[in-house]
């Protein structure tokens, strides 16, 4: 059964620092891996998509790298906003088990402060 | 460009009493699922459907049942609600199955039976 780890579960930092949101999976036989951010009281926006193919992705200020073999990959946030204070959540799709599960993380809650 | 809405945003049952939850898509996706966030458990997906007329079990559908009937729309029923469904509520849509592409949100629905 895939099994998805964040860490931290929760991430505070001063305006303007890079980070690094970490997400691991115990089933390296995968489609995909996205990254998904939720603001509260809303649904999930996808971020990013990382074929099973692929090393990393990029868009903006957000970079995210998957290392299949080792069941992990992280999201970097460059030169972090107050605007990107929200909860990341990561979510693979895995070939072994039904093509229609995405199986989620618990997420990583991002604060940013002024 | 509304994208995936979900009627109602929030919503109070008593044990026992029964409810449907509507799901619009305007995207003329093909694939639409039914999740629940709960605190600490992560998303879990409860029925998904690859078509107009079809559905199937995702990993939580036990006093659930759904409906397609319409291509852009996708209900979630509660005959008998009880306080363990207590949740919030996503819809998503996708254009290809999640082994290929990213799923929309909704906003969710926040469910409370007492």
């Known amino acids: 059964k895939q099994e998805v780890t964040q860490i931290p579960a929760a991430l505070s930092v001063p305006e303007g620092e890079n980070l690094v949101l970490n997400c691991s999976f115990t089933?390296?036989?995968?489609?995909?891996l996205q990254w998904f951010r939720q603001d509260p009281g809303k649904g999930l926006t996808s971020l990013l998509l990382?074929?099973?193919?692929?090393r990393e992705q990029t868009s903006g200020r957000l970079n995210a790298s998957l290392d299949k073999s080792s069941g992990r990959s992280t999201l970097y946030i460059a030169a972090s906003q107050p605007g990107d204070s929200a909860t990341y959540l990561c979510?693979?799709?895995?070939?072994?088990?039904?093509?229609?599960?995405?199986?989620f993380g618990k997420g990583t809650l991002l604060t940013v402060n002024p | 460009n509304a994208g995936v809405t979900q009627t109602p945003k929030f919503r109070v049952l008593k044990t026992g009493q029964s409810m449907t939850l509507l799901c619009a898509q305007d995207m003329n996706h093909e694939y639409m699922y039914w999740y629940r966030q709960d605190p600490g458990m992560g998303l879990r997906l409860i029925h998904y459907?690859?078509?107009?007329?079809?559905?199937a079990k995702g990993e939580v559908p036990d006093g659930y049942n759904v409906s397609r009937l319409k291509k852009q729309n996708f209900l979630l029923g509660l005959e008998s609600a009880a306080p363990s469904q207590t949740s919030v509520y996503f819809c998503?849509?996708?254009?290809?199955?999640?082994?290929?592409?990213?799923?929309?949100f909704g906003d969710g629905t926040r469910l409370s039976i007492l």
């Open positions: 459907s690859v078509g107009e007329g079809t559905t």
């Open positions: 979510a693979v799709s895995s070939s072994g088990g039904s093509n229609y599960k995405l199986t």
């Open positions: 990382i074929q099973s193919s692929q």
């Open positions: 089933d390296s036989a995968i489609y995909n």
């Open positions: 998503a849509s996708s254009y290809s199955m999640p082994a290929k592409g990213s799923q929309h």
